[in-house]
């Protein structure tokens, strides 16, 4: 039996919706919907309280959009821990699946977490013009073979997004548990190399040919137009955290501890 699959969704997106459900339920994979917090209807004091602020929340800035979509992957791993699931699969709705896909959540994911002592994996390829996105840095870890193939790399560098991922419920735990404040986007919060959070504390990794593409193109992007007026503007520590990461990352390819992955989708 496969994991539990979580779909967020904003009630004033029933396309999207309809777009996700119909896609799973073509796979013959069973689904959730888990219902978006949404920054249009919010109270904004009340969320910006539950996520917190501080250091970290000054050099990695959330708009209100960014705050309301953190909070309700916290919600959804917080679920998969009251299911008593060993791990579980996060989709947005504007996630595009693969046939791959299918075999993957039909197999045992957390299995393949546990062998690469992976705490979360990303699934998700990302068709924009941001180079991070487009080539990460990876260090091999093995290959899937079969329908799913695919090679398995561990993180080494920020790679945001936040569409598909398998997360363990070890480290839904040990993320809530060290951080039960979101702090930053939650993409930041579980696969930025310069935040030391969830990127440093539960092995981030990610698939490729990634079994699903971010569907931005189709659906466009109900956060990124606040998010990127916010980074227009960055403080001096959060310059210095880039900085570092950028001379980390440049070590590990001289040393061929880590190599520049181009992702692609395996659709």
């Excluded at 119909?22 to 919010?42: F, T």
Aim: with cysteine; aromatic share 8%; net charge neutral.
């Amino acid at each position: 039996m496969g994991l539990p699959i979580y779909v967020i969704n904003l009630a004033r997106a029933p396309e999207r919706l309809a777009s996700i459900g119909g896609q799973l339920d073509r796979l013959d994979l069973p689904w959730q919907r888990i219902e978006a917090i949404d920054r249009q209807s919010v109270c904004e004091s009340s969320a910006r309280e539950a996520f917190g602020s501080g250091r970290l929340s000054r050099d990695f800035p959330a708009t209100l959009g960014d705050i309301c979509c953190s909070l309700t992957h916290r919600y959804v791993w917080e679920l998969l821990l009251e299911s008593g699931a060993e791990a579980a699969i996060v989709l947005e709705d504007d996630a595009i699946l693969s046939d791959a896909f299918r075999v993957l959540a039909a197999g045992d994911l957390h299995g393949l977490l546990t062998r690469h002592q992976l705490g979360v994996l990303k699934l998700e390829h990302w068709p924009g013009p941001q180079q991070s996105r487009r080539f990460p840095l990876g260090e091999p870890l093995g290959n899937l073979t079969g329908a799913a193939a695919s090679a398995i790399y561990l993180l080494r560098s920020s790679f945001l997004g936040t569409c598909a991922y398998v997360i363990s419920a070890e480290a839904a735990r040990t993320v809530l548990g060290r951080f039960p404040q979101m702090l930053v986007p939650v993409d930041h919060y579980l696969f930025g190399d310069a935040t030391g959070m969830g990127f440093d504390l539960i092995r981030p990794g990610f698939l490729n040919p990634a079994p699903v593409l971010h569907g931005v193109e189709e659906f466009g992007s109900d956060i990124r137009a606040g998010r990127e007026a916010e980074a227009l503007s960055k403080t001096f520590s959060r310059r210095m955290r880039d900085y570092c990461a950028r001379r980390r990352r440049a070590r590990e390819l001289r040393r061929n501890e880590a190599e520049q992955v181009k992702m692609r989708f395996s659709g």
